[in-house]
């Protein structure tokens, strides 16, 4: 077989003779921000989300701001919204999925499609709740005081993605695999292995009832919550007085919502700890994972135990559904996520009774800590 030479000519366009526009890539995400004309408010660290300053948001029915982290692009974001008493939000639905928290307040939310009947449930303080994915909705309050709450959703991939505003609002695409409207997914719910329970609507999260999850220490207890069959995750964790818990990493863009206790955070991505960012918290503050890989840690200094939920972006499409939640209870010597308390930097000890002494309360972590100079406290989850 004979072989032609490849021609080597280019052929190579005459140089423009008149000055040119650069190509401006659009951010579809900033650029729906803009049209709201929404406050943005670019932080990762809250000590009382019912604290932020909010703007104008007519659509939610009064107030609102949008949280972004600096200097990094998550695969969700959260909207903090505040209802006037007696105002309501512009119907509306979208093609991102939305988990709600009522951080307080008491109101209602009307859920529908189109062409079927609609139905409504009521919320207050404590509530968390999810829209079925492109489901109109609608919020009330119904109270004498605002309502407020925080959303975290996951705008920011799927208007990057599409890139077109009709095809994210005005979407008639009906999800029937997620809902079914009148069946119960906003009334109880099932409960699965691995401490996971499936609903739409959780009544009063600071005071929904836990399981054991020893391998994430010191008298942890956890739920797991798949919520509105999204491919957003949840979690409640609580911890006991006068602990923390273990260490871990993985992806960005957990929203980490304080629902009891007092305490504080801290982040960090590099060994020696010198970008350790720390964050106090109460009820109601919110600590977010700002980048891929950034360690963080909770710990309770108050005089009641800790309890937070997790609103997680879970794999969105962009890994397959398992290995990451094994991933998080192995230590970081196996290639896991997590800092066994044996391998952590001696600091973090430290900084925990230091803070402990300040408030006159013990630490009370002999049990799992060596250098310990408390008391032995918990030694599994049964104690707490
Ligand atoms: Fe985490
Ligand atoms: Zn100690």
Redesign the pocket.
Known sequence: MTTEPLPTDMKIAEAPTEPLDDFVIADAYRDWQAREGVKVIEDFAFGDLGAVELGPWARKGGMGAVINVPNDYLPNDAHVVEIAPGGQSEPERHMYEENVYILSGRGATRIWLDGQSAESFEWTAGSFFSIPLNAWYQHFNVGAEPARYVAVTDAPPVMRRARDDDFVFNNPFQFASRYRPGGSQFAGGKLYNRRVWETNFVPNAPDMALYGWKARGAGGINVMLEMAKNSQKAHISEFPIGTYKKA???GPG?H?VVLSGVGFSLLWTKDDLSDLRRCDWKKNGMVI?PSDGCF?QHFNTGTTRARYL?M?PGTAGFLPPTGRAAM?ETSTKDGGGQIEYADEHPRIHELFEAELARHGAPCRMKAFVSCCNGEVGPTSERDT
């Open positions: 871990h990493r993985h957990a980490l994972i963080h997790a997680r998080i």
